[in-house]
């Protein structure tokens, strides 16, 4: 049982260019969440799921894309990369009945 | 909508007891909860509450009172080990309820 699975573990990034961040959770969790924690700050919204196929916008949604075509996987996908997008990135998946949320170990991301 | 504060600091002597606390305004809520997230490091769930009172998991308790809008975590009995950064959160109930909004964090620093 791994858990919540992220890769890759860091990346650089030049602007405008585009890249997906792999997400993976093995506990069969209906609910998954993707989060940017910028240096000394919370955790922000960016998409989240409810179920295989069903997507829905966070707090700061923009440049971001996300699919949910399986109930293991919900990849984001940043379309042009900017500076402003440089962050940590954080997947977390939890159970409809529970409310714990489990976490990714996160991606760390550069735009230059 | 939803706003959650935290105090950006704290500082506490090992062994004492420490109370951080959190307001929140917002139109509804499942629950309420207390992440712990240590520097570099992904956040790790510590407590939940649904219902008004305390609850307690060993050296940390989490109270709530919905009709203050208000949350504390106590951590008691401080170690080194417990600097970190504590994060509260509320997740979203109904069409949101697979929505979890964080605050910005409490940084506690455990000094000898």
């Known amino acids: 049982n791994a858990g919540v699975t992220q890769t890759p573990k860091f990346q650089v990034l030049k602007t405008g260019q585009s890249m997906t961040l792999q997400c993976a959770q093995d506990?069969?969790?209906?609910?998954m969440s993707w989060y940017r924690q910028d240096p000394g700050m919370g955790l922000r919204l960016i998409h989240y799921s409810v179920g295989a196929g069903i997507t829905d916008q966070g707090e700061v949604p923009n440049g971001y894309n996300v699919s949910r075509s399986t109930t293991e996987d919900f990849p984001l996908r940043l379309l042009s990369a900017a500076p402003s997008q440089t962050s940590v990135y954080f997947c977390?998946?939890?159970?409809?009945?529970?409310?714990?949320?489990?976490f990714g170990p996160g991606t760390r991301l550069t735009v230059t | 909508g939803q706003n959650i504060d935290q105090p950006t600091e704290m500082t506490a002597t090992e062994g004492a007891i420490v109370q951080i606390n959190c307001t929140y305004q917002?139109?509804?809520?499942?629950?309420l909860f207390w992440y712990q997230q240590h520097a570099g490091e992904a956040p790790t769930f510590l407590s939940y509450n649904v219902l008004d009172g305390l609850e307690e998991k060993g050296r940390f308790s989490s109270f709530l009172s919905r009709s203050k809008g208000y949350s504390y975590l106590l951590l008691k009995e401080l170690q080194m080990k417990d600097s970190a950064s504590y994060l509260c959160?509320?997740?979203?109930?109904?069409?949101?309820?697979?929505?979890?909004?964080f605050g910005d964090g409490t940084t506690l620093t455990v000094k000898p």
């Open positions: 917002t139109s509804g809520f499942n629950g």
């Open positions: 959160a509320v997740i979203g109930y109904n069409t949101n309820a697979g929505k979890s909004t």
């Open positions: 977390a998946s939890r159970d409809t009945t529970l409310y714990e949320q489990y």
């Open positions: 506990m069969n969790h209906e609910y």
